[in-house]
C-alpha cells in the first residue's frame, strides 16, 4: 500500500513538473519568435525599422551588429546546454535597450521599461524549464538525496 501511494505521488510530482516545463517551452517559443522578428527587422532593414534604429541616434550598420549579436545570444539561449550563458547574453542585450530608449526620452511604462519585462519573462520561462535554477539563485534550499 505505502508503494501505491509513493508511486501516485510521484505520479502527481512528475505531471506538475511536466507542465510547469512545457509552460516554460510554450513561452520560450513566444519569447524566441519575438526576439527572432526583431533581428529580422534589423537585418533586412525595413523603413519603420531603419526610421525606428535612426531615432534612437543608431546608424543601420549598427543596427545589423545588434541583430548579429541578438542572434548569437538567441542560438545560445536556445540551446539546452548552453541556456543559461545565453539568457544572461539576451539579458545584456536588453539592457542597452533600456539605455538607449532611455537616452532617447522614450515613454518610460510603455517603452523604456519593455525591455525589462521581456527579461523577466525571459527568466521566468527560463525557471520554469530549469526549476534548479532557483536553488542557485538562492531563492529556495538545495534539495538534498537521501
Not at 540551446?79 to 545565453?86: D, E, H, K, M, N
Not at 521599461?113 to 536553488?135: D, H, K, N, S, T
Request: hydrophobic content about 55%; some cysteine; aromatic content about 8%.
Amino acid at each position: 500500500m505505502t508503494t501505491t501511494v509513493a508511486t501516485s505521488t510521484e505520479s502527481t510530482s512528475t505531471a506538475t513538473r511536466s507542465r510547469t516545463h512545457i509552460a516554460g517551452v510554450v513561452l520560450s517559443v513566444l519569447i524566441g519568435a519575438f526576439l527572432v522578428f526583431d533581428i529580422l527587422g534589423k537585418l533586412f532593414q525595413p523603413e519603420s525599422v531603419v526610421e525606428g534604429t535612426e531615432k534612437l541616434g543608431f546608424t543601420t550598420t549598427q543596427a545589423t551588429v545588434m541583430a548579429i549579436v541578438l542572434a548569437v545570444c538567441v542560438i545560445v539561449w536556445v540551446i539546452p546546454r548552453t541556456a543559461v550563458l545565453g539568457a544572461i547574453g539576451l539579458t545584456a542585450y536588453l539592457g542597452g535597450a533600456v539605455t538607449a530608449n532611455w537616452n532617447n526620452d522614450a515613454p518610460l511604462v510603455s517603452t523604456t521599461l519593455f525591455a525589462v519585462y521581456f527579461g523577466v519573462a525571459l527568466w521566468i520561462a527560463m525557471i520554469l524549464r530549469r526549476p534548479q535554477l532557483l536553488e542557485v539563485l538562492g531563492l529556495r534550499a538545495a534539495r538534498h538525496s537521501a
